[in-house]
């Protein structure tokens, strides 16, 4: 991914070679910057709004003699709607429950958006000659 940019410099002397760094503010190191053409990317996955939505990155340019300038900039990120999390398990029950509106567990998925969540069985995994399990979903 790569986010807005290139970013460009002036520079009195002329120079149109400059050396980009991000010098303050990657400490997870989720940007990078192309050292030449100024180009701010996300190096690696993970950024995640509900954990962080906004980076302050402290970005300098350096002319070919070493002297340089720099400006803090913002990177904030958007919220997209995370799928809600179910549990992975096998649930087991007596056969002397297993009768219509026997409970077998309450299940309890989390979504990290905070969203309210429904419920619904979508197939019916079957191994002869009976039933297996069910395959569960949940939205938000
Ligand atoms: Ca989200
Ligand atoms: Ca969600």
């Known amino acids: 991914m790569v986010l807005p940019g290139p970013f460009t410099a002036t520079d009195p002397d002329g120079t149109t070679d400059f050396a980009w760094n991000i010098l303050a503010g990657n400490d997870a190191g989720y940007f990078s910057i192309g050292e030449t053409s100024g180009q701010l990317m996300v190096a690696k996955t993970g950024l995640n709004f509900e954990e962080k939505n906004e980076y302050l990155l402290f970005i300098t340019a350096a002319d070919p003699e070493g002297a340089d300038d720099g400006r803090q900039i913002n990177v904030t990120l958007t919220d997209v709607n995370d799928p809600p999390v179910v549990p992975d398990r096998t649930y087991m029950i007596e056969e002397l429950n ?27 995994m079957r191994k002869a000659p009976s039933p297996d399990g069910n395959y569960l979903t949940a939205s938000a």
Do not use: H, K, N, Q
């Open 98 to 124: 297993a009768t219509t509106g026997g409970v077998i567990t309450t299940l309890e998925p989390s979504d990290e958006d905070g969203d309210d969540i429904t419920y619904r069985v979508v197939s019916v």
